[in-house]
C-alpha cells in the first residue's frame, strides 16, 4: 500500500506570492491534517478534513486555507506569503474509528519564502 | 486543552547504552499517546501508540513506553541503542473524544547516538 504523499517536495517563493501544496492520503483513508513544522514554534497543528469537510482548525492566520476533494486528495494554500511562512509542511492520514485515529505522515513539502 | 512537555531538548548517549526520553502532558480530557520518530529530511514515522489496555505498549525496533495517568508521563525508553536510532523524537496526544484527529506535540528530543 503506498504511503502519504506530498508534492512537491521543495518550494522556493517570494514574499506576497501564494503557493499551492498537495496531498494524497493512504487509500481508504478519509481524514487528512495538515501540520507546519518550523525550529522556533515545532510542529503545530493547521486543520483537518474528512469527507471535504473542516472539522478541526488550528490557530493559524485566514492566510492559510484548505480542501479536500470526494477521493479525499487535500490541498493547503497560503496566499499573501511572508518569510515566517518558510518551514515544513506535513501532511497526515488516517482512517476513522475509535481505535483508528492513529496519523501516517508524508515526507512533507519544504517551503522556501525570499 | 492539551499540552506536551518534553523535559529533554537533546540526549546524547553511547551506542548499547540504555535511555530514556521522557514526556509529561497537561490534559483536562482523556488522550491518546503517541511517539513519532523524524529521521533527517524525512516526515514523522510512528514510533508507538497508547490507545487503551496495558500501560506497557512496545515497538518492533526495541523501543517502549510506558503510561502513568497518575503523573501524567509517558516515558520512551530503550535497553541498548544503536547509531541508527540517532532522530528527533516527539511524543504527542489526541483527544479520545473530539479530537478530530487533532495532534498536540512536545518540543521534540534529539537523540544522539556516539559509537
Known amino acids: 500500500k503506498a504511503g502519504v504523499t506530498q508534492t512537491p517536495r521543495y518550494l522556493i517563493k517570494t514574499r506576497g506570492q501564494q503557493v499551492t501544496l498537495s496531498c494524497s492520503p493512504i487509500s481508504g483513508h478519509r481524514s487528512v491534517s495538515w501540520y507546519q513544522q518550523t525550529p522556533g514554534q515545532g510542529l503545530q497543528f493547521l486543520f483537518e478534513y474528512f469527507s471535504e469537510t473542516q472539522r478541526n482548525k488550528g490557530n493559524f492566520p485566514g492566510r492559510f486555507s484548505g480542501r479536500q476533494f470526494s477521493n479525499s486528495r487535500s490541498e493547503m494554500n497560503v496566499s499573501t506569503l511572508e518569510l515566517g511562512d518558510s518551514a515544513l509542511y506535513l501532511c497526515?492520514?488516517?482512517?476513522?474509528?475509535?481505535?483508528?485515529?492513529?496519523?501516517?505522515f508524508g515526507a512533507g513539502t519544504r517551503l522556501s519564502v525570499l | 486543552a492539551q499540552s506536551v512537555t518534553q523535559l529533554d531538548s537533546q540526549v546524547p548517549v553511547f551506542e548499547e547504552a540504555p535511555v530514556e526520553l521522557r514526556c509529561n502532558y497537561s490534559s483536562s480530557v482523556s488522550v491518546y499517546l503517541f511517539w513519532y520518530v523524524q529521521y533527517p529530511n524525512q516526515g514523522l514515522q510512528l514510533l508507538l501508540k497508547y490507545l487503551s489496555g496495558s500501560t506497557l505498549v512496545e515497538s518492533i525496533n526495541g523501543f517502549e513506553a510506558e503510561f502513568n495517568k497518575s503523573q501524567t508521563s509517558f516515558h520512551l525508553r530503550k535497553p541498548s541503542v544503536h547509531i541508527s536510532d540517532t532522530a528527533e523524537y516527539f511524543c504527542?496526544?489526541?483527544?479520545?473524544?473530539?479530537?478530530?484527529?487533532?495532534?498536540?506535540f512536545g518540543a521534540g528530543t534529539r537523540l544522539a547516538v556516539h559509537p
Open positions: 504527542a496526544v489526541s483527544a479520545i473524544s473530539g479530537g478530530y484527529n487533532k495532534l498536540i
Open positions: 497526515a492520514s488516517s482512517l476513522e474509528g475509535v481505535y483508528e485515529n492513529i496519523q501516517y
